[in-house]
């Protein structure tokens, strides 16, 4: 009887958190999602994409549960260690978060190997010819096309394992679930983290820009009003000229380069507007207390992943493996304590939200980038896709640079390359150059063109060279100005 609550807790927990994060994700997706493809005459089409989109808020919830894994697993243990015998917490075990971790891993491999090849062919598919038309006609045809896709994978990565481990392929061909799929699993592993190592590099040096683009910069030696005032008459010059009723007034005129121009200026308009309303507080300390604290997360990334390539030459233990049993309450995954804790949860997230906007910004995946009421379903198809890699691999990936030691659960640490010590000490070491490098190449300049902005020296005529500006001639622009 105790088995049977204890089950029924877990799974009414897990219901739960998986529903909140369900709800979440289709008010987002239905933020992007083009309305004209929903909003339709024909029955037919609104229905396949209304069951696509359920497919597609089934994917990105698993993707959130799945960034979620470690910082709800290392905050658990921390609840534990604080709480010990508290009977509010009995509900929060190990056999709880190994169950969830289970879960997720299924979940992920089942939405990104079947549910959204099946909602694209869905959505593509028109039916068999011949056959009547109407929704089951296209889940036949989606059907079919899956199954060939499925045999076509499983065949290239039967002959890649042939390639590689001979007896293993072998066995492969009698035992399906013990030796194809996991080597299955292990690649698209590979894959994701190899993705993040890419992207979170280029994403931590963006972050930068990002958060600058959010927050109202300070300026030293402006007048605000001033400025404002010469935008606004700009702005009201170029609407008189574009929205000029004589057709002959401006005919010699590109027009299409003074409406970007009016855009451009639009923007800057509204951007002054922002900072003459902000507090001199936020002008003032707001952006650089988020910037310091950007700078502090990544060197702090840095300096994790170095501790832990000499842990790697010294002590075997360093290695990311997988654990049955979690041991929940025993003792903290970090030498801090609960404070060594909170900082890990923090830059996993912090990681996470890096190699998102890092593969957003990347010129390979920026056409992905989904823009408000007008993104299509291929694009949010392919959007969920990309963020499952992602965030599937995000637990292998904070393990494996020694962000936290909370040991991989489940069957996130059954993958082959996990036990290689030259691929992650590899590994590690290209995370830290490639960020070290992306750092010191994005703090230079962006140090060097907010003095150049904070003195003037960016209205300068085009005439003379900004990056020949000596430091001289900046100094003497800002006194001058202050006198």
Same mark, same amino acid.
């Given at each position: 009887?105790?088995?049977?609550?204890?089950?029924?807790?877990?799974?009414?927990?897990?219901?739960?958190?998986? +529903?909140?994060?369900?709800?979440?994700?289709?008010?987002?997706?239905?933020?992007?999602?083009?309305?004209?493809? /929903?909003?339709?005459?024909?029955?037919?089409?609104? +229905?396949?994409?209304?069951?696509?989109?359920? &497919?597609?808020? /089934?994917?990105?919830? $698993?993707?959130?549960?799945?960034?979620?894994?470690?910082?709800?697993?290392?905050?658990? #243990?921390?609840?534990?260690?604080?709480?010990?015998?508290?009977?509010?917490?009995?509900?929060? #075990?190990?056999?709880?978060?190994?169950?969830?971790?289970?879960?997720?891993?299924?979940?992920?491999?089942?939405?990104?190997?079947?549910?959204?090849?099946?909602?694209?062919? /869905?959505?593509?598919?028109?039916?068999?010819?011949?056959?009547?038309?109407?929704?089951?006609?296209? @889940?036949?045809?989606?059907? $079919?096309?899956?199954?060939? %896709?499925?045999?076509?994978?499983?065949?290239?990565?039967?002959?890649?394992?042939?390639?590689?481990?001979?007896?293993?392929?072998?066995?492969?061909?009698?035992?399906?679930?013990?030796?194809?799929? *996991?080597?299955?699993?292990?690649?698209?592993?590979?894959?994701?983290?190899?993705? %993040?190592?890419?992207?979170?590099?280029?994403?931590?040096?963006?972050?930068?820009?990002?958060?600058?683009? %959010?927050? @109202?910069?300070?300026?030293?030696?402006?007048? @605000?009003?001033?400025?404002?005032?010469? +935008?606004?008459? !700009?702005?009201?010059?170029?609407?008189?000229?574009?929205?000029?009723?004589?057709?002959?007034?401006?005919?010699? &005129?590109?027009?299409?380069?003074?409406?970007?121009?009016?855009?451009?200026?639009?923007?800057?308009?509204?951007?002054?507007?922002?900072?003459?309303?902000?507090?001199?507080?936020?002008?003032? &300390?707001?952006?650089?207390?988020?910037?310091?604290?950007?700078?502090?997360?990544?060197?702090?990334?840095?300096?994790?992943?170095?501790?832990? @390539? %000499?842990?790697?030459?010294?002590?075997?233990?360093?290695?990311?493996?997988?654990? !049955?049993? *979690?041991?929940?309450?025993?003792?903290?995954?970090?030498?801090?304590?609960?404070?060594?804790?909170?900082?890990?949860?923090?830059?996993?997230?912090?990681?996470?939200?890096?190699? $998102?906007?890092?593969?957003?910004?990347?010129?390979?995946?920026?056409?992905?980038?989904?823009?408000?009421?007008?993104?299509?379903?291929?694009?949010?198809?392919? #959007?969920?896709?990309?963020?499952?890699?992602?965030?599937?691999?995000?637990?292998?990936?904070?393990?494996?640079?020694?962000?936290?030691?909370?040991?991989?659960?489940?069957?996130?640490?059954?993958? #082959?390359?996990?036990?290689?010590?030259?691929?992650?000490? &590899?590994?590690?070491?290209?995370?830290?150059?490639?960020?070290?490098?992306?750092?010191?190449?994005?703090? +230079?300049?962006?140090?060097?063109?907010?003095?150049?902005?904070?003195?003037?020296?960016?209205?300068? *005529?085009?005439?003379?060279?900004?990056?020949?500006?000596?430091?001289?001639?900046?100094?003497?622009?800002?006194?001058?100005?202050?006198?």
């Amino acid at each position: 009887m105790m088995a049977i609550c204890t089950f029924l807790t877990r799974l009414l927990i897990c219901v739960l958190l998986f +529903t909140c994060l369900y709800i979440v994700c289709y008010l987002v997706l239905t933020h992007f999602k083009k309305t004209a493809e /929903f909003v339709t005459d024909d029955i037919e089409d609104a +229905t396949v994409n209304k069951i696509a989109l359920w &497919l597609c808020t /089934f994917t990105l919830s $698993v993707a959130v549960c799945a960034v979620l894994l470690l910082p709800i697993s290392i905050l658990s #243990n921390e609840v534990l260690l604080t709480f010990p015998h508290s009977y509010y917490m009995q509900w929060l #075990n190990g056999s709880l978060i190994h169950g969830l971790w289970n879960l997720v891993f299924l979940f992920s491999n089942l939405s990104l190997v079947f549910l959204m090849p099946f909602a694209y062919f /869905f959505t593509e598919s028109e039916g068999f010819a011949g056959s009547r038309k109407g929704v089951m006609a296209r @889940v036949y045809e989606a059907v $079919v096309l899956l199954i060939l %896709l499925a045999l076509l994978v499983l065949g290239i990565v039967w002959v890649a394992s042939a390639l590689l481990h001979d007896n293993i392929a072998r066995k492969s061909l009698y035992d399906l679930w013990e030796y194809y799929l *996991p080597y299955l699993y292990s690649g698209i592993s590979l894959f994701g983290v190899l993705l %993040l190592l890419l992207c979170t590099p280029f994403g931590l040096s963006r972050m930068f820009s990002v958060t600058g683009s %959010l927050l @109202v910069k300070p300026r030293l030696l402006e007048d @605000v009003e001033d400025t404002l005032s010469c +935008t606004v008459f !700009e702005e009201d010059s170029l609407y008189r000229k574009l929205h000029c009723g004589s057709p002959s007034c401006w005919v010699t &005129l590109n027009m299409e380069a003074m409406r970007k121009e009016y855009q451009a200026v639009q923007s800057r308009r509204v951007a002054l507007e922002m900072r003459r309303k902000a507090s001199p507080w936020q002008r003032n &300390l707001g952006y650089p207390l988020a910037m310091l604290m950007l700078l502090a997360l990544t060197v702090m990334c840095v300096l994790m992943v170095c501790f832990n @390539v %000499l842990e790697l030459l010294l002590d075997e233990t360093a290695m990311p493996r997988g654990m !049955e049993d *979690p041991h929940l309450g025993m003792a903290s995954f970090s030498m801090f304590g609960s404070l060594g804790a909170a900082v890990q949860v923090v830059l996993i997230l912090y990681l996470m939200l890096s190699s $998102v906007v890092g593969f957003y910004s990347s010129p390979l995946f920026c056409g992905l980038l989904p823009r408000v009421k007008d993104t299509n379903l291929t694009r949010i198809i392919a #959007n969920c896709v990309s963020l499952l890699i992602l965030s599937s691999a995000l637990p292998v990936f904070s393990r494996t640079l020694g962000i936290t030691r909370f040991d991989l659960l489940g069957d996130f640490g059954r993958y #082959n390359w996990l036990g290689n010590f030259y691929i992650v000490f &590899l590994y590690n070491m290209l995370f830290a150059g490639l960020t070290s490098a992306s750092l010191t190449k994005t703090v +230079t300049w962006a140090v060097r063109r907010e003095l150049i902005r904070a003195f003037g020296l960016d209205r300068l *005529p085009l005439t003379v060279s900004r990056s020949t500006v000596p430091v001289k001639l900046l100094l003497a622009s800002g006194l001058s100005k202050i006198q």
